[in-house]
Every structure is written in C-alpha cells, then in structure tokens.
C-alpha cells in the first residue's frame, strides 16, 4: 500500500530564505507526482506536476524534483515571500484513474 | 478556461438529516471527476472517483454515495449523517491520470 510523508510538519523561515521542502513515497510504481499549495479554509491548487519519466520542473521561484528509484521528491521555493505562507501537500499517482495518495502536508511560514 | 464550482461553502446539520453537496466544472468534456475528504490532522482521503456518467468507484466503505447525473456534475450525498461524516468535502477533476489535478474551493460540513 502506497503511503507518502512529509517531513517536516511545520517550517517557519525568514523572508528572502531559499528553503526546501520533503517528499518521500514507499511504492516507487507511480505515474506522476504532484505538488500542491493549500490556504487556510481554501480548496488545493495545482503548482506542478512532475511524470515518472522526468527529473524535474519548475515553474517560477519554484522547481520540484522527482527521485523515483529513492522514492523522494523535493519542492524547492526560491526567494521565499510572506505570501507563500500555506501547507504544501504532495501526492502520487499510482493508478491509471488518477487516484492521488496524499501526504499530511509541510505548513509553510515565511515570516517578514 | 475551465472553472469548477463547489457549494455550498459551508453547511451544519443535524444527526440523521440528509446530505447533497453538488459540484460542477465547466469549459471541459468527460472529466474525470473525485470527491476527497479533510478530516482535522489527517490526509486527504479519497471518497469516490468518476471517470464517466453513471461510472462512480468508491473507495472506502461509508455512510456516504456519489452520483453522475450528467457529463460534469458530481454530487455527493447521505441519507443520514454521522457525526463522523464532519470534515471539509473537496470536489475535484482532471482532463485525464496524467493530468493535473484540479480542486474546488470546498464544503465545511458540520454534523452537530
């Protein structure tokens, strides 16, 4: 059974800190692997999606890695901003439905 | 652009009561479409999937159903509801397994 953790649970960092947070996934038999970001009270929104097939993506400040055969993925955060304060959840794909397997989420606090 | 809509926001009701929470997307065709759940201090927990009309998939044995009426309408609903059933209900869809994953804003429901 798929089972993905986020290490840590909660990070508090100064603004301007480039920072990075942890994914890691037991099964390495996945289709893709997701990153999300979620506000307080808020629904998730979508910030990359990384296939089996590739190493890495990166959309502005921010690049994920994919480490299949390790089981790990890194969401790296550039230049950090208060306003990227929120949990961030990753999640992997190990189906044909597209039944994401979520981690607890990393809470996120970049501080003035 | 495609949007996906989720109401409503927030919803208390009493043990026993019946339950319809309703989620539509729009500007897409032959989604795939999932209910999630939130409880507090857990993951995010996949109720039901969809990957047509009248095609729902559950995935853990609950209080709760699911139902496709039409090509972009998920609703998720209960005949009576358990104090367990509280949580933030999370509708989401995707173009396909490989594809972002795309959530509304969510329901708060509180079962008193």
């Known amino acids: 059974k798929q089972e993905v953790t986020q290490i840590p649970a909660a990070l508090s960092v100064p603004e301007g800190e480039n920072l990075v947070l942890n994914c890691s996934f037991t099964?390495?038999?996945?289709?893709?692997l997701q990153w999300f970001r979620q506000d307080p009270g808020k629904g998730l929104t979508s910030l990359l999606l990384?296939?089996?097939?590739?190493r890495e993506q990166t959309s502005g400040r921010l690049n994920a890695s994919l480490d299949k055969s390790s089981g790990r993925s890194t969401l790296y955060i550039a230049a950090s901003q208060p306003g990227d304060s929120a949990t961030y959840l990753c999640?992997?794909?190990?189906?044909?439905?597209?039944?994401?397997?979520f981690g607890k989420g990393t809470k996120l606090s970049v501080k003035p | 652009s495609q949007t996906i809509h989720q109401w409503p926001a927030t919803l208390v009701q009493p043990v026993g009561s019946p339950l319809s929470l309703e989620c539509t997307v729009e500007?897409?065709?032959?989604?795939?479409l999932y209910w999630y759940r939130q409880a507090a201090g857990r993951g995010l927990q996949l109720l039901f999937y969809?990957?047509?009309?009248?095609?729902i998939s559950s995935e853990v044995p609950q209080n709760l159903s699911a139902s496709r009426p039409q090509d972009r309408q998920f609703i998720l609903s209960s005949k009576k509801l358990l104090l367990s059933d509280s949580g933030f209900y999370l509708c989401?869809?995707?173009?396909?397994?490989?594809?972002?994953?795309?959530f509304g804003n969510g329901t708060r429901l509180t079962v008193t």
């Open positions: 989401a869809w995707s173009d396909s397994y490989n594809s972002p994953l795309h």
């Open positions: 099964d390495s038999a996945i289709y893709n």
């Open positions: 990384i296939q089996s097939s590739q």
């Open positions: 999640a992997v794909n190990g189906g044909s439905q597209g039944n994401l397997i």
């Open positions: 500007g897409t065709s032959n989604p795939n």
């Open positions: 969809s990957v047509g009309i009248g095609q």
